[in-house]
T-cell receptor, first 113, second 108 residues
Framework: NAGVTQTPKFQVLKTGQSMTLQCAQD?????MSWYRQDPGMGLRLIHY???????DQGEVPNGYNVSRSTTEDFPLRLLSAAPSQTSVYFC????????????FGQGTRLTVV | KNEVEQSPQNLTAQEGEFITINCSYS?????LHWLQQHPGGGIVSLFM???GKKKHGRLIATINIQEKHSSLHITASHPRDSAVYIC??????????FGEGTQLTVNP
């Protein structure tokens, strides 16, 4: 059972480039989310999805796009990378019920130069 | 003020010491998570609790809903416990709000 698979683990982009961070889970979880982690700050919610075809903005959505065409996959797209998007990104999933465990991907360390 | 506050921000202990990390929150919650993040970055869930106390090995988590406070205790600490410990709450819907984390270093 792979859990939450997040790729790539590391990425360097030039300002203005676009890329997609991949996230897949094999636990049939309805709820998936993307967070960014910056020094001195807690994880902040970028976008989330409560099921296939349903997405919504989190706390810091600007510059990012998501889609949820299947239950398993929840990719995060950077439309035009900026140095302010240098961060560590985590994908997470849960069954969506309030009292259940959350599972996290291994993280993507993104540097925008 | 953050909705979730952790203390201390940094903690250094000697191997074998009893460790306590605190988490206070300002909103009504349905559940609270304690997470562990090791160097190298992966995050794993340690506990999810909505009342009382849970124990797993040398780790104990407690929560007081009335006081909006939770603690994570580590008994007989070991250098492999060195990590960042993160408190997170389910405050609304299915969205988690995270504390900034506590960096724990256990020296041999």
């Amino acid at each position: 059972n792979a859990g939450v698979t997040q790729t790539p683990k590391f990425q360097v982009l030039k300002t203005g480039q676009s890329m997609t961070l991949q996230c897949a889970q094999d636990m049939n979880h309805e709820y998936m989310s993307w967070y960014r982690q910056d020094p001195g700050m807690g994880l902040r919610l970028i976008h989330y999805s409560v099921g296939a075809g349903i997405t919504d903005q989190g706390e810091v959505p600007n510059g990012y796009n998501v889609s949820r065409s299947t239950t398993e996959d929840f990719p995060l797209r950077l439309l035009s990378a900026a140095p302010s998007q240098t961060s560590v990104y985590f994908c997470a999933s849960s069954s969506g019920h309030l009292n259940t465990e959350a599972f996290f991907g291994q993280g993507t360390r993104l540097t925008v130069v | 003020k953050n909705e979730v506050e952790q203390s201390p921000q940094n903690l250094t202990a000697q191997e074998g010491e009893f460790i306590t990390i605190n988490c206070s929150y300002s909103v009504g919650i349905s559940a609270l998570h304690w997470l562990q993040q090791h160097p190298g970055g992966g995050i794993v869930s340690l506990f999810m609790l909505s009342s009382g106390k849970k124990k797993h090995g040398r780790l104990i988590a407690t929560i007081n809903i009335q006081e909006k406070h939770s603690s994570l205790h580590i008994t007989a600490s070991h250098p492999r416990d060195s990590a960042v410990y993160i408190c997170a709450v389910f405050a609304s819907g299915s969205r988690l709000t995270f504390g900034e984390g506590t960096q724990l270093t256990v020296n041999p």
